[in-house]
Nanobody
C-alpha cells in the first residue's frame, strides 16, 4: 500500500520559515520523481517544485529563491524548506510521487500552511 505522509505544516508569521516533510512507503522511492504542490482556497492546485529520481530539481518560477526541495533516499523522505513566507503562501501543501513510465501517480493527504500575523 502506497502512503505519502506530509508533516510540518502550521501557522507562521510573515517572513518566517517552515520545513515540510513527506515520508514515503510502499514505493521504490529511488525510482520515483517527487514533488510538492499547493492549493489555496478557491484556487487550482499548482506546482511548487519537483525533484527527480536522480535529484534534478525544478521550481515554479515565482518561488525560486525562497523554497528549497531536497530528498533523503535512505529515509525515503522529501523535504520542502520554505523561507521568507508570505500570506499568499497560505495553502494546503501536497506531496506527490510519480513514475510516468509505470503510470504511477500518488498523492499525500496534504498539510495546511497558514502565513498570518
Amino acid at each position: 500500500q502506497v502512503q505519502l505522509v506530509e508533516s510540518g505544516g502550521g501557522l507562521v508569521q510573515p517572513g518566517g520559515s517552515l520545513r515540510l516533510s513527506c515520508s514515503a512507503s510502499g514505493i521504490i522511492f529511488s525510482l520515483f520523481d517527487m514533488g510538492w504542490y499547493r492549493q489555496a482556497p478557491g484556487k487550482q492546485r499548482e506546482l511548487v517544485g519537483t525533484i527527480s529520481s536522480i535529484g534534478r530539481i525544478n521550481y515554479a518560477d515565482s518561488l525560486k529563491g525562497r523554497f528549497t526541495i531536497s530528498r533523503d533516499y535512505a529515509q525515503k523522505e522529501v523535504y520542502l524548506q520554505m523561507n521568507s513566507l508570505k500570506p499568499e503562501d497560505t495553502a494546503v501543501y501536497y506531496c506527490n510521487a510519480k513514475r510516468t513510465t509505470w503510470g504511477n501517480d500518488y498523492w499525500g493527504q496534504g498539510t495546511q500552511v497558514t502565513v498570518s500575523s
